[in-house]
């Protein structure tokens, strides 16, 4: 799942039922990109499905990240994105919500990178 911004408040729904109710070979992944960290929602809930091993979560800061920020910045680029996600050849469904030109930019990267365009979806 590839969440930019508010996107994240449909994606917790999803995160919430798999993870309650998915077997213990699912795994999700989910790459939040934000515009600065006072957008940062919901971590605290995604932190604990991360640490029940439900979720691998990676927090992408394109703007304003604070000094000794641990995670990505600056602007998303293809390898960024591929980087965290499943590889190609697992054929992963990959899930995006933001605006529209944020989903473009993710299909062109994933494109990039030869992940089937017919297994993205836009939300």
């Known amino acids: 799942m590839i969440a930019q911004n508010t996107g994240i408040t449909g994606f917790f729904q999803l995160i919430e039922f798999i993870a309650s109710e998915a077997s213990e070979n699912t795994c999700l992944t989910l790459f939040l990109s934000v515009d600065d960290i006072s957008d940062l929602s919901l971590m605290e809930e995604l932190t604990s499905f991360q640490e029940a091993q439900r979720l691998i979560l990676n927090v992408h800061l394109k703007n304003n990240a604070p000094e000794g920020w641990p995670g990505l910045k600056g602007d998303l680029s293809p390898d960024m994105l591929c980087d ?30 030869r992940h089937r365009l017919e297994r993205i979806f836009c939300l």
Do not use: S, T, V
Request: glycine share 6%.
């Open 84 to 113: 965290f996600l499943p590889e190609p050849e697992y054929d992963p469904l990959i899930l995006i919500c933001g605006q529209k030109n944020f989903q473009e930019e993710c299909i062109r990267n994933l494109g990039a990178r």
